[in-house]
């Protein structure tokens, strides 16, 4: 049987900054957990994990997705938290560093770990954007804020613990779910439904095929009795490719991530989901 697995435990925040993160959405996903809990859970959308560091599943859990990096930073991290943090004490918050590192090539995965948090911490807008070469290439932010913060590593380290980080495509997790898991999806998006310059770009990485396999996998989801909550892009387009006769719910956030031409403002999304 499921358990209910909204603990005590305090949400525990992110300690990487990504766009598209989920931070604001936490409360409201909170609410629709069903009262008798769930089995495992499933994120193959990883990012900045913000909905799995405020759920802290009881079970296993299944992390995954499709930035090899930022899957090896989170495995360096959940074994060696105290070793990168060794590391970052060591570099500086300056221009001249950030460049420097950044043209650095690593080898040692806890150098690696060390190096993406440092320039995902220090960069411009905290965006993950690499060149033809597959070379990092976002500038540096000019950020104040202390890009070091030891006890949120340690505690993103402890809440990785138990959980199975793997590298690929959304469809891996057909290899776990199973009847009365929850599953978090949440994919790049694909419609520019508000002209947001970096949604255009994620037009390159998740497609409307993508789109439409991610449809596909949620009837696979259903079909094993499983839970899902999705969110996207609040555009016909989303809603014809995702309308299965679950619960549609469409709200608004405060649009933070865009370029120098992007309208910032509210955004409207999303939330399809099998829950409530």
Known sequence: MPEDNLT????????????????????????????????????????????????????KSYLS???????????????????????????????????????????????KAARFIYLNQTSYNGLYRVNLKGEYNVPYG???????????????????????LSYGDFSILKNHVDEGDLIFLDP????????????????????LSDQERLSELIDYIKLRKAYY????????????????GDNIVKLNRANLIGGVNAKRGQTSEYIFTNLG
Do not use: M
């Not at 104040?144 to 613990?161: A, C, I, N, Q």
């Not at 998006?189 to 497609?207: A, D, E, G, Q």
């Not at 609040?234 to 299965?244: E, L, N, P, V």
């Open 142 to 164: 000019f950020r104040t804020k202390e890009f070091l913060e030891p006890d949120k590593l340690r505690l993103v380290s402890r809440r990785l613990k138990k959980a199975t």
């Open 65 to 111: 997705d499709l930035n090899k990096e930022l899957i090896e930073t989170y495995s360096s991290l959940r074994l060696h938290s105290e070793e990168v943090i060794d590391i970052l004490k060591t570099y500086r918050n300056t221009e001249k560093f950030y460049y420097s590192l950044r043209s650095k090539v690593v080898i040692h995965p806890v150098e």
């Open 8 to 59: 005590k435990t305090p949400v525990v925040k992110p300690c990487l900054r990504w766009a598209g993160g989920k931070r604001w959405l936490i409360s409201y996903i909170r609410t629709l957990i069903p009262k008798t809990g769930f089995n495992n859970y499933h994120e193959p959308f990883l990012g900045g994990a913000a909905v799995f560091l405020s759920i802290n599943p009881k079970r």
């Open 229 to 244: 909550i999705l969110t996207n892009a609040a555009h016909k387009k989303i809603h014809s490719i995702f309308d299965k």
């Open 188 to 207: 790049p998006y694909t419609v520019s439904h508000n002209k947001n310059n970096f949604i255009k770009y994620n037009k390159k990485l998740f497609s």
